[in-house]
């Protein structure tokens, strides 16, 4: 490791954690779309892009596991935030959409999404771009490594 990768990895993890405390705090203020990014404020947007959509097929674009998705869907189905139906191929399945409440909510509220864009007002431009490129290139990484592993 180089001198700069572990002060790198610590300004990491502190920026991990304080975007979680954001996104908590914002929860807590605004429901499920003052995280949009996270748990049910993440379903709900998928369910808004994706109507009649199966909770397998919301595990696979969330990225979830089934027992988060569950648990998510369990609590936006008692918030009345979106309906479930039976498949009418297959019983078994459920389909999922949103509701005349859930699709209020399905926008992330104007002062969240300011809030998101100006973390990044302290970086010019070129900064912004170059640090999306970084950004990029260190998630292109971790995913080539974890496909690494799912191969193993």
């Known amino acids: 490791m180089s001198d700069l990768e572990i002060p790198l990895l610590h300004q990491w993890i502190k920026l991990e954690v304080a975007l979680h405390r ?17 748990g049910q404020g993440r379903l709900l947007h998928i369910i808004k892009a994706n109507p009649n959509i199966t ?18 869907l369990k609590k936006l189905e008692n918030s009345n935030y979106i309906s479930r139906t039976s498949s009418p191929c297959d019983k078994r399945v459920s389909i ?3 509701t005349k409440e859930g699709e209020k909510l399905a926008h992330p509220p ?10 990044l007002s302290c970086l010019n431009d070129e900064e ?4 999306c490129d970084y950004l990029q290139r260190i998630r ?3 995913e080539k490594m974890l496909n690494q592993n799912e191969d193993e």
């Open 22 to 38: 954001f996104h908590d705090m914002n929860f807590k203020r605004k429901g499920p779309m003052g995280a949009p990014q996270r």
């Open 55 to 72: 909770q397998k097929e919301l595990c696979e674009k969330s990225g979830l596991r089934q027992q988060s998705v569950s648990e998510f």
């Open 96 to 98: 999922f959409n949103l």
């Open 140 to 142: 292109y990484n971790i």
């Open 110 to 119: 104007a002062e969240v999404i300011e809030q998101l864009n100006s973390f």
């Open 128 to 131: 912004q771009q170059n640090m």
